[in-house]
């Protein structure tokens, strides 16, 4: 979907801070690199995106070692490259369009309910969650976006 992304940039900077294997006794296991590492539950947590497809870290304290690393991990992998861009931005605007719809429809329920309405609503939340399954390109994107939009029920389907 996004060509070549550019992660050409990381080159050799695989960068350790601390504890770091200069040979092959040493253990690589407690080396702190840079990198954050998707394999890791908590890693991809530290990154967010805005509504125009850009990644960023999740952390706005500069000096916080999170941001640290989400910065040069977006900087060397190049997350930030224009067609990676682009795609968030795509999936934002369907997830955002989704939340609009869905919640002017669960508004009129709250006023006069209709067993078909509420299928419409059962159908689109579907859409949502199939976007922020694990499998889905960009769900850390879709899950941003339903957060962001500060609806109980949108942050439950991003849980």
């Known amino acids: ?17 601390a504890n770091k294997a200069n040979t092959p006794k040493d ?6 690199i840079y990198f954050l590492d998707p394999t890791d539950i908590d890693d ?6 805005t509504e125009e497809g850009m ?13 640290i690393r989400a910065d040069y991990t977006i900087y060397y992998l190049n997350l930030n490259f224009e067609n990676l861009k682009e795609a968030r931005k795509a999936v934002w605007k369907i997830c955002s369009d989704l939340i609009t719809e869905i919640q002017a429809l669960l508004d009129k ?3 006069n309910q209709s067993a078909a309405r509420k299928q419409k609503v059962k159908g689109k939340m579907e859409e949502l969650r199939k976007l922020v399954r694990p499998e ?13 939009s500060g609806l109980p029920w949108a942050m ?3 849980a």
């Open 55 to 67: 990644a960023k870290p999740l952390s706005s304290k500069t000096a916080d070692w999170d941001y």
């Open 44 to 49: 991809p947590l530290k990154l967010t995106f």
């Open 27 to 32: 253990s690589y296991e407690d080396e702190i």
């Open 109 to 111: 329920e709250q006023v």
């Open 1 to 17: 979907m996004c060509k070549g992304a550019g992660n050409v940039r990381k080159n050799s900077y695989f960068a350790v801070k």
């Open 136 to 148: 889905s390109e960009f769900s850390a994107t879709a899950k941003t976006c339903l957060v962001s």
């Open 156 to 158: 439950r389907i991003a």
